[in-house]
């Protein structure tokens, strides 16, 4: 018997849940014997009747684990959480808006037993989305595949199956404090094949992404792969640098010979404005870095368990426990 847990982020989806946990099981229901599947819903919480629901299905389904987190750590967090709770043969991460169809998981788990150890599923964006999201998308992945060297595919989604040496190595190996999965799981190498998949359009409810936290995945996941903007802030000083000396020294040459110069004080506060912006740029940018090692340094949790509702049948032949567990904290 081969073992297989699902693990689904969880946040805000009251609207949605009990649909996407249909899709879901349908989805698995093909499956004989030789497969034994857990479902792990991973909830940052939230005043809502999302964690209701999700006892609910828990209660009616005994494939079904709920873990509830302290606070809201996140969606990588969220994922984090449930690799480390994991000892399947294999791992699957999908989101629960229904945007990463169910439907998909056939294709995942065949690409894996041909031998697989990462399955990556591809998002192609539908023709109806916004122009403006493709050019960034396109742009984010172009960008970060020249400043880290790392495989990520244009496209790569947090929808994926990885096997279970690849999922050890992030349990006891990875222990970044904002891991940056989709740049993790190329950079960790292995066979990997890809999926291509359409997302679905949103049917309940609206995207939990703000514009400022898709600008903050972005940064976290370029700086975390990259040194090359530091590098850069220290080419562009060097060139500002050698600018100034060819200024100062023409300065000096015009006014050996004399030459009349009426004082421009548009240029002047022009130069000066410029030469502090790019120090403030590269004050943020050395910012980043330091801020992201701060972070690790602190050597604080990455995610802390309020709740953890085990699922009646365990991967491990016993007979689970349907009380909620103590906190765990990673």
């Known amino acids: 018997m081969k073992t297989i847990d699902i693990v689904c982020p969880v946040f805000r989806e009251e609207e949605s849940i009990a649909l996407f946990h249909e899709a879901l099981a349908a989805a698995i229901g093909s499956y004989g014997p ?30 079904v684990e709920v873990v509830v987190m302290s606070r809201r750590f996140g969606h990588q967090a969220a994922l984090v959480a449930g690799m480390d709770l994991s000892s399947a043969d294999a791992i699957i991460m999908l989101d629960s808006d229904l945007q990463h169809p169910p439907s998909l998981l056939p294709e995942l788990i065949s690409a894996w037993e041909s031998g697989a150890d990462i399955v990556q599923a591809v998002r192609r964006d539908p023709r109806d989305s916004s122009a403006f999201k493709r050019l960034t998308s396109r742009w984010f992945y172009q960008a970060f595949l020249k400043l880290s060297g790392t495989n990520l595919q244009i496209g790569a989604a947090d929808y994926r199956l990885v096997s279970s040496r690849v999922a050890k190595l992030f349990r006891d190996d990875i222990k970044e404090h904002n891991p940056f999965l989709r740049g993790l799981v190329g950079w960790v190498g292995f066979r990997i094949e890809y999926v291509p998949f359409v997302p679905a359009a949103r049917s309940h409810g609206r995207s939990k992404y703000r514009v400022s936290t898709l600008i903050n995945f972005a940064l976290n996941g370029i700086c975390s792969f990259s040194k090359l903007p530091l590098r850069w802030c220290v080419t562009v000083g060097l060139i500002l640098s050698f600018v100034s000396v060819l200024l100062g020294i023409a300065q000096v040459l015009v006014y050996s010979f004399g030459v009349l110069q009426v004082p421009g004080w548009a240029s002047l506060f022009s130069a000066i404005s410029f030469i502090g912006g790019i120090q403030l740029f590269f004050l943020g940018v050395l910012g980043e870095y330091i801020g992201m090692i701060f972070d690790e340094v602190k050597g604080r949790p990455r995610y802390i368990v309020d709740r953890h509702k085990k699922a009646a049948t365990t991967h491990d032949q016993r007979s689970g426990q349907a009380e909620f567990e103590l906190p765990r904290s990673q």
């Open 34 to 63: 030789e497969y034994q599947f857990r479902i792990r819903y991973v909830l940052d919480p939230w005043p809502d009747r999302t964690e209701d629901l999700l006892r609910s299905i828990s209660a009616s389904d005994d494939r």
